[in-house]
């Protein structure tokens, strides 16, 4: 009977050995790819579940997501603070949205424009026949 006891716990210990190396090299992974380290994407990398990280590497994972949030990009001459992918996720819908609405009122415009070119030449159009209509009057 403790023989049996013996090896549930050996694999148990086994197992729990194999999920914190796994987390342990998602957090490295994270840290050498300079992604945002967050307990989302430690969990998916490692194949735990969050709370799984929430009971033993609470702490480690804070400290790590501080420490990157702390860490500035310059994107396009930009300083920018490191993002996890959801983050930029979000970024990315609300600037295609804008440009949607820019796209819209760039297209509005082009049309009130092109109206006020043709009310323009209607109107040059009436100037100068008044003006012709003078220069005869004159002449006469």
Known sequence: MSDKKEILKKARDERSLKKR????????????????????????????SRQYLYNNFKDVISKERDKTREVIQTIDGIKVPTRTPDEYKHIE????????????????????????????????????????????????
Request: proline fraction near 0%; charged fraction near 35%.
């Open 21 to 48: 190396s796994s987390v342990e090299n998602a957090i490295i992974d994270l840290r050498n790819s300079n992604d945002a380290i967050t307990f989302k994407a430690v969990a998916t990398l490692a194949g735990v």
């Open 93 to 140: 819908a609300l600037l295609r949205s804008k440009i949607d609405r820019t796209k819209n009122d760039l297209t509005k415009a082009r049309r009130e424009l092109a109206t006020t070119k043709q009310m323009l030449e209607r109107e040059r159009g009436k100037s100068e026949h008044f003006r012709q209509l003078w220069l005869k009057r004159e002449s006469t």
